[in-house]
Every structure is written in C-alpha cells, then in structure tokens.
C-alpha cells in the first residue's frame, strides 16, 4: 500500500489507516440502549435450558437406570461431572452472554 | 489493487461486483497461487505417506482404531466445518448478529445418550456402518433401505460440497487462469481422490487434523484483524446494537429465523442426526484407540471446539454488520449476505492473507467430502459388496476387499463430480436432493434413536416409521399451515413466496416419525431378534463380545518396554514378563494397547493385541510377527503396554 500523509479523516480512511482513524478520533459507535422486552431477551435461554433440560435429564436418567454409566466405576463418576459441567458450562455461555449485550 | 483505489470504485459498483472483482484480483496474485499450490501438495503429500498404512480394511475405514482423542477431535472440527459454512453462516450472522452461533452452540443435550449408548454399542459391538446395526438390530430389510438413503445422502453431499466450493472458487481462479465451474471441480476432485483412495481413514484424519487447524486458525486471524481494523475489542462491541449482540434469536417473531424453530431444527433433530446417524462421524469414533477416547473427543469437540468454530465461520458477518454501522461507504448496508465473507476478508487482508482465507475454504469442504467418500466406499463394501459376495457363495480375503474400496474410493469421487454436474445443471434435482434429505432423515433419526434407546421398538415399527413417517412428512408439507401450524409455537406465516415453518417443521416431523414408530411396536409382537449389546439395556453385553470374555477392571500401571518379535506367538498375541502382568494388573487373555512413546504421533504406530502367556525376557513385549506389521513399530523405539480391560 502507497505511504500517505493522511490528513483528514476521509483521507485517514482512504489511506487504509482505519484503525488509526478510530483510535485518532476516539469514534464510538454506541448505539442508543434498547428498551428490550423480558421475551426477546430471556425467553429462548428459559426454553433452551428449560426443554433441553429436560431432554439431557432424561439422557442422564436413561444412562444411570440402564446401568450404561454405572456409578460403582470411578471413570464413569467423572464422566457424569463432566457431562453436568457441560451442561451449566453452555447455560454461563450463553447467560453471560445475554448480560453483556444488554448491560455492557 | 489497492484499498483506496477499491474504495473508490466501489461507489459505482455493486457488493457482488466488488466482491467478484476483489476476488479476480487475488487470483492474479502469483503469492495467492503458492499458498493454494502449497496446500494442495501438502495435501496430497499426506495422501501418498499414510498410504503405507494400510494393510487391511480396518485401517482403511477404522483406522485400525488406534487414534487419540486429540487427533480425532481436531478431524472431527474440520469435517463438521463445510465449505459452505463461512459463507453460510457469516451471511446469518450479518443479518441476526450473535445468534449466528446458535446451530454450533447447542448440541450437549443428547451426550449422555451418546457417549453412554451409541458410542459404546458401535464401538464394542464392531458396528462396521450404521445399515449393518439396522440388520443385527431389525432385520435385512430395514437394512437395504438404510443403505440406499445413506448412500443417496452421502454422494449427494458430496456433489453439494464439490459445487458449492466451485462456485466460491471461480470468481478467484475463473478470471485468473480461465477455468469452467467444472475444471475447478476435476482439479479438486483429484487431489481428494487420491489421497482418500490411498490414504484412506488415516490420511482423512491426518489431513483433517491439518485443516481444522488451517480453517479454525483463518478464522480467529479474521476476527484479529477485524478488531484492529475498528480499534480494539471495546470499540467493534459499541459498533454493535444490543440486539444483535444477544446470542440467541427472537423467540418466535421471525418466521425465516426463530429461536424456537432452530431449536428443534438443529438442536434436537440436528444434534441427534449429526451424533447418530452420521456414518463418517461414527467412523471417526471408530478410529480411537478405546471408547474412553471416543467420549474425550466427542465431549472436547462439543465444549471447546464448536465454540471456537462458531466463532471462526460467523466473525466475518459481525465484522461486516460493524463496518457498515461504522462506515456504510466501506460496506453498505444493502451488501448481499452471501458475499459478505469474501468482501470481509478481502477488505481486511493482504493478498497472501487472502490466499490463506480461500485455502480455508477448500479445506473446509476436503475435510468434509474425504469423510463422505471414505464413508460411502465403507457402505459399499459393507452393505452390499460383502453380502452380495455371501449371499454367492464367495469367500475373499481381507487384501480383496481392500482393493475394492480403494476402487469404490476412487469411484466415489467420480460419482460426486458427476452429481455436481448435474446439480450445476438441472436447479430441480438440488431440490429434490434437499428435499428427499430433509424426508428421509426425520425417519432414519427415529429408527436409530428408539432402536438403541426403547428395548420394545421392533422391526415392524422401524419399517412405519420409514414409510409412514415418509408420508406424514409429505402431507404436512402438502397442507403446512393446517398440520405443521399446529406445532408452530405462534410463528407467523412469512410474507411472498416463501416456505412457511421452515425450522419448526422439524418438531412435526420428529413427532410423526417417533409417533408411528411408538403405536405400531405398541401394536405388533416384540422383536424375537436378540438384542444382546445393541440397545442401551443390553450394553453390557457389548464389552463382553468385543473382548470375547470377562472385562477385567482391576487398576493397573502402564508399563514402558522395549519391543522383539516371536514368529511362533499366534496372530493378535503379545507377551510380558510375570512381572509386568502383575504391574499391568492383568490376566492372560485380556486387552492391551501397544504404543509408540511419543505421545505427538497420537497413536499412529500402535496396536491392540491379546495378552499370551508370559515370558522370561524382562522388560520386554514380545509382539507377534502380525502385531508388529500393523503397529508400525520403530527398531530401537520404545512401547508403552496398557491394559484395557
């Protein structure tokens, strides 16, 4: 890319120093908050940990009461941590989420 | 070209003439053509190397199930990333923000059933594909239709994968050097061809280890770069308004993208369609050294892969949906979706930069189409080759049956250009395509799912619930608002032309297909098929008849030795001082795992073998001469010796 002496913002852009033309004007783009209602915003993480709850309890159940994760064994109590982790790993994913976009 | 003199020209252009402009620019770049050149013969590189290690079928599909889970993870990445994911998703994501991610970031809900039912029942069962479980679990029948949807799936996945990549690519290398949509396709198609016919499952895991890394690796420096192009992190996130910035849709409001919808689409049928009923994923798992490594792999790639992925295919529509807030000139807002990634990427990147973002591309659709081809030859051998040859009287050897899939690897590939032809010729037949899919895949999905999962599922209601359930699909496509709007969850019905209910058709489908299947087994006698090892209830069978005797779980200790061969040990045997048994915790007769030390090989010289008495050698295996062949084993290097059950 040709070297340039930018000298106005346009010309800071033209120039391929976008970076420096954000960081030189300091330019946020904050967008106005929105007033977004209960539903949009918690309504699919309450369905999605709510009835895929349901469906990875009855998988931990159905694993358990056939004997397939058999408690007795200790690599398979590990596995059940593992699997509850994974669980609440993906809900603080996505809850944290959903704080920081309508707090941060 | 250089960024001023684009920008400027951009103010009487279209986005896709920019984006196809940008793109002809690259492809005249001799540095663009030494990377993809690069690529292409690394690739083929890996191909011609792990050829050698072959020396059965079951290194050909299963990679003679020798493989780390680190290995497996990394492959698995690469394949479940398709070339069209980086258009696709960075086009969802430049229109519905975060939310983007949704498909990549729901899939734990069924582990448990997955890495505690079908993984242990395929893997311990010796399930070689999944028609042959239909077979031992229903009966010939649910078999042979098993086999023609996979087999119609798969290949046509494969000329899907073929074309898509093409049409990615032509803008690049069409202007450059001239070359038709279906040059593009020969070009690709051999370089695949070749090294998954001589490579096979191994050179599809190694060569899917590197392309994981090169697609994951673009799209995180896209995100870089993207971030610096706005100044930090702080100022890309105020770029952005809230709502895009949720990670999860609009529940209902939406009709062409709702949570609610996506939810059943991709997290219940999806994830269940993607764990179970997917062929080349069940051989990937296959190919690790133990079940235990078949759930590290499937449980890393699910909690830190997918995210990671997600991240890499949608940046590039964040990205973009902050540039046109920031500077509608740069990219206006009236961009087209789909060209949104390559417009991205070129704004963001060198010219080599670039070149790295298309080798991204294509190794994104290799990584899935050698895993098909792979899978499709597996099939072949399996569900029709072998029984055909039974069923007259044949009796070949294992070397006969891994010529022929290298053939039908070979044939594979052609047959896949061949439908991408006709895909690129005739619009009906890539809709007849996805729609024979999008049918026959809800019935497959709950044949799998009650067969391993409901003990009273029998082969009567597997036979409904393919039939059946075909044609409850059908009426409710036929009257969608009267049948399908039932289960709508309050979506309204999209405005125009377009398809009404196209995520939460899903949740009807899945309702027919395991309704049917439920009242019909309810209805009809149990199965007299015995079931021992095939279903959740009868797993522990399963361990039993994959070592052919009692597991022995006593703790033991992994031993370090060096390695000698005895020419009179029978085949699959190894021996170890009396000493190193008692330090192995293990008896005559059970399981061991044989493996180079060097952990980074990931199991690529190893071997599982049978314990055969003991010897008065000290510190030593003994290998039989065959074990020793398949194992691959360096003069001079040591093994590690564990038992594994």
Redesign the interface.
Known sequence: MKACTPTASAELILCGHLADYNRITKRRYDVAPMDLPFDRVWLPFIYLYGVGGIFFLFGIFLVLKSGALDLKRRTHRRWLGVLIFGYFWYFAIHGLGTLAAINL | M???LM??QQATETPSDVASRAAAAAGSSPVFWGILIGYFVVVLGFGSYFAKFNRSTADFFFGGRRFSWWLITMSIVATGVGSHSFVKYSAKSFENG?SGTMAY??D??????F???WL?IVYYMKVRSIPEYFERRFNPFVRALATIVQLVYMLGYVGIGFLTMARTLQPIVGGALGWSLMDIIWVVAVVAGVYITFGGQTAVIFTDLLQGFILVFAGIMLFLLGL?????FE?F???????F???????NDDPSFN??GI?WQD??AGSIAFLFMSQGLIMRFMACRSV?HG?KAA?FN??FAL?VSAVAVCCAGWIGR?MV???PG?LPESVEPDTVFVMVAQLLSSTAGFGFFVAAVTAALMSSVDTYINACAAIVINDIYKPIADWRGKSFNDKHYLRAAMMISALGTVTGVAAAWMFSKFDDLYTAHAFFQSTISPPLVACIFLGI?WRRFNSAGAVATFAGGVLLIIIGRTWPVEIIGLFSHGIPLPEGDQAPYTYIGALYNLVACFGIGIVVSLLTKPSANKLEGLT??T??YARRFFKGGEPN?RPGFTLVATWEIDASLPEGTVQVDAEGLHHLAADEGDLVYICDRRWWLGGLRSAHAKLQGVHGLGETVVLSTEIAATGHFLEGRMVNVEKEF
């Open positions: 250089n960024l001023p920008l400027l975060f970031m729901n734990w809900f069924f582990m448990p059933l890495i505690f039912g242990p610096h192009w706005f100044g930090g100022a996130w105020h770029a952005l308004p809230p709502e910035k949720l990670p999860l849709a609009t529940f949570f609610v939810f997290a219940v235990d759930r449980a699910v909690l995210p902050g807030n920031v500077e740069l999962f959740l209830w797993i522990s779980d």
